[in-house]
């Protein structure tokens, strides 16, 4: 009787949701000390497969890598911080939005450099395929600092290691992983002008319509139910 009640759990498996992310990107996705990729996106992904009556499985990735697995089928679903950006909606559907981000400068204690103003002429460092990197290697008649001025690295924890071994001058990241790195790092500090403001939202196949509809009722629903505020105050202390 006991292998039959097994076997039937088996026949009842819930169906998968996919969600690929770069779990370097504190407190939206980092790995624990469990080893287990916990955080922000984490949790809303977890709270909105339940919701769906599916089962969560979380892919770490490379961040420039995310939107080519998600267009092409090999998950279901980004949550990683992603700001929604006209260039990235040509190749894939976004959700609503559900949380704001900032893009911010981080410096040493002892930089000269005191506002956004200072930053010409200097070396920044950026991650990788991200918005703030797409802003920076602009040209100057787009804001930008041009492709000469900045330096690519695979995540926010390399950029800072830079900037403290004296590499770069400076990091443009998302204000949430900036805390988190000027916190984990001595003689850091976060320049009080503000870059750029942004809207993260899930990104899901073109195709899978389907997906994204059930995605945005889930995420509606959560809201509601002052769920999706919960998640985000226990990794975010309001000021
Ligand atoms: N919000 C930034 C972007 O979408 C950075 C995201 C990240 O590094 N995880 O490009």
Redesign the pocket.
């Known amino acids: 009787m006991m292998f039959a009640l097994v076997g039937c759990q088996g026949a009842t498996e819930k169906e998968v949701l996919t969600m690929g992310t770069?779990a370097a990107?504190p407190p939206?996705e980092f790995v624990d000390a469990d080893n287990n990729i916990v955080g922000i996106d984490a949790e809303i992904a977890a709270a909105v497969a339940d919701k769906l009556g599916m089962e969560l499985e979380i892919k770490d990735m490379a961040?420039d890598s995310l939107i080519t697995a998600v267009s092409s089928g090999s998950i279901d679903v980004v949550l990683?911080?992603?700001?929604v950006?006209p260039e990235r909606a040509e190749s894939v559907n976004f959700s609503d939005s559900y949380a704001t981000?900032i893009q911010v400068v981080i410096v040493t204690e002892d930089s000269a450099i005191a506002t956004i103003d200072d930053l010409e002429g200097k070396k920044i460092g950026v991650?990788s395929?991200?918005?703030?990197?797409f802003y920076c290697s602009d040209t100057p008649e787009n804001g930008g600092y041009g492709e000469d001025a900045v330096s690519r690295y695979d995540?926010?924890a390399l950029a800072v290691a830079a900037l403290q071994n004296g590499q770069v001058d400076c990091v443009v990241?998302?204000n949430e992983?900036a805390k988190a790195f000027v916190e984990a790092n001595e003689g850091l500090k976060i320049l009080e002008t503000e870059y750029i403001t942004?809207e993260?939202a899930a990104a899901i196949a073109k195709e899978n319509v389907e997906l994204l509809d059930k995605f945005n009722a889930a995420l509606a629903e959560l809201e509601a139910e002052g769920k999706l505020d919960e998640i985000i105050g226990k990794y975010i202390k309001a000021e």
């Open positions: 770069n990107f939206y961040f990683a911080g992603m700001t950006t981000g991650q395929g991200t918005t703030g990197d995540n926010g990241i998302d992983p942004e993260y």
